[in-house]
């Protein structure tokens, strides 16, 4: 007979596994009993953050939006994008068996910094991935001082 050591945490792990998975942003998405509009779910577009020494930069994936599908606003040293991708709706020669993509409004907010110069910001949309470039101020930028020799 072979002993195999409790693990009192295994049933635990087993628990939240399955949690998860009811959860899992796929599983969210179906449509209504009508069929004719998904219900629901909570669309977050995915964000990317960068920063080197003059800006920081933020990239946020948007498939299948237009530039005029989004708002982005600065107000009170926060970043807001925010937008709605809409729903094709049922056509008279179509009929929707499976919709997995979300759809519905968004809104991503994020605390900048104190060293972002708000008055130069740049938004730009290219195939369907919005850019935000947030330049920093003059005095936060690192400054090379030279050493001179007495």
Known sequence: ????????FSELE???REVNRLFDDTALRRM?????????SAWIPPVDIAEDKDRITVSVDLPGL???????????????????????KKSEDREWSRVERAYGAFTRTFTLPNII???HVEATMDRGVLTVVLPKREEAKPKQ?????A
């Open 66 to 88: 237009d530039r005029d599908d989004v708002k982005v606003a600065i107000e009170d040293n926060r970043l807001t994008i925010s937008g709605e991708r809409k729903f094709e």
């Open 145 to 149: 001082i030279d050493v001179r020799v």
């Open 32 to 40: 209504s009993p009508e069929g004719e509009e998904p219900i629901a």
């Open 14 to 16: 087993r628990i939240q």
């Open 1 to 8: 007979m072979t002993l195999v050591r409790w693990n009192p």
């Open 117 to 119: 110069d708000t008055d």
